[in-house]
């Protein structure tokens, strides 16, 4: 073969070697990271090509391409090391600082020697072509060379047969890894000569073990796939992305044609950037911020973030977007922008908020409708601690309400529950009385213990402020769990409770400490007491119930007092739990020994509401107020607790029928107390109808106050930013109602003599002098506690009942939702009334109705009704004969003259002639309708007008017909 032949395939190689480098180096910049296996690719490149003008070279550059190919032999050693460090990054002996050191060290010297040998001839003796003469110290030379070579190229083969998965690769790399050092070998030793072969081959070993490395183990293909898979990744992607130069000239994006404004199969790349910005905002319905889109191409800013929606064929698509500058040795080069998709992110969020929402409205309705019957149970209760009762009865009454409050203490505990979860946990301040948050804590523990063989203790120190600022509920929660617990875990013996404060400038540190001789808590457990919905040592108290919400929320609540808890336990010992709240000073006053031996005697409850005796009622019979509640039920608490007062309480239960009374004016209340929760209209919807749609100053001005079940925390504000002057939480409490009252409805200027209550003039009636089927009257009268709420209640039922019975009758069998309905409110109605027979049977045909079996209905409906008919008739006549019974004179018939003024009065809704007539109608008892002033009472109460405008209209057609 001719040395222009071997001159040509040198160089062709050379080309191929280039071009794998051009490859790994140029192609993406992440293909730099074996920065020994490049280096190996450039001295096997400087080789092949000192080589390859060594075969052609004339004699006079004998010496110097032999020097470029000696030199560059060796430091193809060196980069083969570099490599071997590359791949075993993990390799403590290859990548040892000394060892290292050593191979640089020897490599430089060698290529010193080599540069200088034709001075002195240290490894050649003399320059032969093709290969000179060896002086001895080469072998010296030679033999550190293959030291590392073949160090190198054993790593090497290590971490590729560990890496490559095909075994034919691997045999292929170790037989490439091994053909240069084999060849070289042979070639120093004259081997080759035998064959003919006097040039050297060890270039072409080399460029064949290094392109072997290069397209099975170093990925040049890898990279390559890497960076289609990247490509690949990017135009598959569900977010967006464009890259642009300064001229705002699309290098790359992944958006469709459409956002350009361009035909599908054109090239958007060259397209214009800003076009693409102005087709987009087009299809935004939202961004943040605002100017988003017009700060995209501002290269002014350097990195750019924020969030817009978009209408993408009528499916709505947020994204994230970030813009931010691609620079290069601080030179401004473009700017990328990534949309990131996270629609999937927001409708989570959404559905996230929409369920907390849920939840705050189903607790929201939960309160409502759970303090429905509280605020009767704790506000009939309140009415009749006022009374002089009997001891034994004053004592049943007391814990009625105990009980009521208690409970609704229970109902606040449930929301704190989400108030504390969601983050929302609030303080609401307010002045309470000390010795009643004690007893209402005794009180409620004690029905805990029980049967119990537990003593509970008590230490209440005589110098406790008697008045305190903080959150009463709160304070009494953290106390009753501390109390509850120990009673819980304490099979016997004694729970102590002591309690004191400690003075601190404008505050009060009030210390409870909580000791029993219970089963105790493991010193290990301890740590656990204060997690949510744990509950420590569980096998042991697997009897015992419980959350394990009690200690953590109480934690928390003490946390929010600015306080500390302490825990101290022995285990099967008992336990002791100190708390340190921080409360606010109100005054001097303390409870005094009296008051603190009466709470530790338990007596304080029975003088506890003397304070419902004692307060300064005024006497202001010049005003009348309307209260607005859907709830029959309490609208007779608010005028039982508004009854002292002496005004007239007017009642409706609507918001419209409230809106129709302010417009019209016939009567200028002096203050309207509004229910929030009602159906149809709410309470804050009749508000803003009254303030903002009737336009007169009266509607402006007048005061309303919200009067609602809904505890949950914040609403104050949000009914007072609705146009509402108070609020009064139900169940009422008569200080707060009193306090507004005198805040909103009393006018002192109308007030010529003070007094302190007006006078109960009410007739006790005696029910055992009635025997009507199908009702218990003296069980009645015992459960509501007062004859005459229980006599309303009764005339009510005798008065309404029937007109819902003759819809009954007209209805046919197929209109069962309507009957389920009306059947529904008279199952109610008997219930509450204690006609229980007859109230189950409402629920029987309810039930019926509910379930589609026209059968049951068909076959039960007109015994219900004759049945029902019976029981209104008796106790319409039950209710006449007490009117009857109160002295009134009898006349045959109402004066027809005062029919038409009441008619005339109602129809136009002057509520002070109706009062006029009506007071003139009810000073006798007529014999053809006894019940009739007391009917018109309650109609003009429900101010249902029309009812009464039509029974009178037909009551003188009557009379005329017969004269």
């Known amino acids: 073969m001719s040395n222009q032949v071997l001159f040509g395939i040198s160089l062709a190689i050379l080309f191929v070697v280039v071009y794998i480098l051009g490859n790994i180096w140029f192609v ?107 002086a001895p110290p080469f072998w010296i030379h030679y033999s550190i060379l293959l030291l590392v070579w073949i160090l190198a190229i054993g790593y090497i083969a290590y971490f590729l047969s560990r890496n490559v998965k095909r075994q034919s690769h691997k045999i292929i790399l170790l037989l490439a890894l091994c053909l240069p050092l084999a060849v070289n070998v042979g070639f120093v030793t004259n081997t080759f000569h035998l064959f003919g072969v006097y040039h050297d081959l060890t270039p072409l070993a080399f460029f064949i073990m290094f392109g072997v490395i290069a397209l099975i183990s170093n990925p040049v293909r890898g990279f390559q796939i890497q960076s289609l898979g990247a490509a690949h990744l990017l135009a598959n992607s569900e977010n967006r992305y464009f890259i642009a130069d300064l001229d705002d000239r699309i290098l790359d994006t992944n958006m469709r044609n459409v956002y350009f404004g361009l ?36 290269h002014e800013t350097k990195n750019l973030e924020g969030e817009f929606t978009l209408n993408e064929e009528g499916l709505e698509r947020t994204f994230r977007i970030k813009r931010s500058l691609i620079s290069e040795k601080n030179r401004i080069r473009g700017y990328a922008v990534l949309l990131i998709d996270v629609s999937q992110y927001r409708s989570m969020i959404r559905e996230v908020e929409s369920a907390s929402t849920a939840k705050s409205n189903f607790l929201a309705n939960m309160s409502h409708e759970m303090r429905t019957p509280l605020n009767a149970i704790i506000g009939i209760s309140e009415i009749l601690t006022g009374r002089d009762l009997a001891k034994e009865n004053q004592k049943d009454v007391e814990q009625i309400y105990v009980s009521g409050m208690n409970l609704l203490g229970l109902i606040n505990d449930i929301l704190d529950i989400s108030k504390i979860e969601a983050g929302k946990m609030e303080l609401n301040l307010t002045e309470y009385d000390t010795p009643s948050l004690i007893n209402d804590t005794i009180s409620f523990n004690k029905v805990r213990i029980g049967s119990k063989p537990i003593e509970l203790v008590l230490d209440i120190r005589e110098d406790l402020p008697s008045m305190l600022n903080g959150d009463d509920l709160k304070v009494k929660q953290i106390f009753n769990n501390l109390l509850s617990n120990a009673i819980k875990y304490t099979k016997e013996g004694t729970v102590a409770w002591t309690l004191r404060t400690e003075r601190e400038g404008d505050s009060v540190w009030l210390v409870s400490t909580v000791s029993d001789t219970g089963i105790g808590i493991r010193e290990s457990d301890i740590e656990k007491l204060f997690t949510d919905y744990n509950q420590v040592d569980t096998k042991s108290n697997r009897s015992i119930e419980g959350t394990g919400l009690g200690l ?66 005024a006497c202001i019979p010049y005003a009348r107020v309307l209260v607005v509640d859907d709830v029959q039920t309490n609208l007779d608490v608010a005028r039982g607790f508004m009854k002292p007062y002496g005004m007239t309480v007017d009642t409706v239960t609507s918001g419209e029928a409230a809106i129709k009374l302010i417009r019209a004016e016939e009567v200028k209340y002096r203050a309207v107390f509004m229910d929030h929760m009602m159906p149809g209209m709410d309470g804050i919807e009749a508000v803003h109808i009254i303030r903002n749609e009737i336009g007169t100053d009266y509607a402006k001005n007048i005061p309303i106050i919200a009067l609602t079940a809904n505890a949950i925390s914040g609403n104050e504000k949000m009914f007072k930013d609705n ?48 025997d009507i089927e199908g009702i218990d009257l003296a ?22 009942t029937p007109d819902l019975l003759t819809k009954l009758r007209g209805m046919g069998d197929g209109d069962l939702g309507g009957f389920e309905i009306i059947v529904h ?32 209905v068909s076959a039960n409906k007109n015994k219900f009704l004759q049945k029902a008919e019976r029981l209104a008739l008796a106790l319409r006549l039950a209710t006449e004969s007490i009117d009857a019974g109160e002295g009134k004179p ?52 429900e101010m249902e007008m029309e009812a009464i405008e039509e029974r009178l209209s037909e009551m003188l057609k009557i009379y005329q017909e017969v004269a």
């Not at 199969?265 to 693409?276: D, E, F, K, N, Q």
């Not at 600015?562 to 409870?591: H, L, N, P, W």
């Not at 009506?918 to 009917?935: C, M």
Request: negative net charge; aromatic residues 12%.
């Open 552 to 617: 953590s929320i109480t934690e928390k609540l003490v946390r929010l007092m600015d306080g500390s808890i302490d825990v101290r336990s022995e285990y099967g010992k008992g336990t002791i739990f100190m708390v340190r709240i921080r409360q606010g000073f109100a005054g001097d006053q303390v409870i005094g020994s009296v008051i603190a031996e009466n709470l530790k005697s338990s007596d304080y409850a029975i003088k506890k509401h003397d304070r419902s005796r004692n307060i300064a009622r």
């Open 890 to 941: 009898v006349r045959d018939k109402p004066d027809e003259a005062l029919l038409r003024e009441i008619k005339e009065a109602a129809a136009h809704y002057n509520i002070t002639a109706l009062d006029r007539g009506l007071e003139e109608l009810d000073r006798y008892v007529y014999e053809d309708a006894p019940a009739l002033a007391a009917w018109i009472a309650e109609k003009e109460t």
């Open 263 to 298: 035909p599908e199969g054109v090239s958007v790349v060259g397209a214009s950037a800003v076009a693409l910005v102005e087709n987009v905002k087009t299809l935004i319905t939202s961004a943040d911020p605002a100017d988003l889109m017009d700060l995209i191409n501002n």
């Open 28 to 134: 993406d910049k992440r293909n730099r990271t074996h920065h020994g296996m490049f280096a190996l690719g450039i001295s096997v490149s400087i080789w092949i090509l000192a080589n390859a003008f060594f075969i052609i070279a004339s004699p006079e550059y004998y010496v110097l391409f032999y020097t470029l190919r000696v030199l560059s032999f060796t430091a193809t050693i060196g980069c083969a090391f570099w490599f071997a460090k590359d791949l075993n990054t993990k390799s403590r002996f290859l990548n040892a600082r000394p060892l290292t050191a050593i191979v640089w060290i020897l490599t430089a010297a060698d290529a010193f020697i080599i540069l200088t040998d034709q001075w002195h001839h240290f490894y050649f003796a003399a320059y032969n072509y093709p290969i000179a003469v060896l």
């Open 779 to 800: 069980a009645g009268a015992e459960k509501f506690a007062d004859d005459r709420i229980y006599y309303d209640i009764l005339k009510s039922f005798a008065g309404n």
């Open 723 to 770: 146009g509402f002057q108070d609020f009064l939480s139900k169940p009422i409490d008569l200080i707060k109602l009193n306090d507004v009252i005198n805040r909103w409805v009393r006018d002192k200027e109308w007030e010529k003599e003070p007094c302190v209550t007006c006078a109960n003039t009410e007739n006790e009636i005696h029910w055992g002098d009635f």
């Open 825 to 856: 409110g008279i199952k109610s109605s008997c219930y509450s009334i204690l006609a229980n027979d007859l109230g189950k049977d409402a629920e029987m045909l309810e039930h019926a109705a509910k379930a589609g079996d026209f059968d049951y």
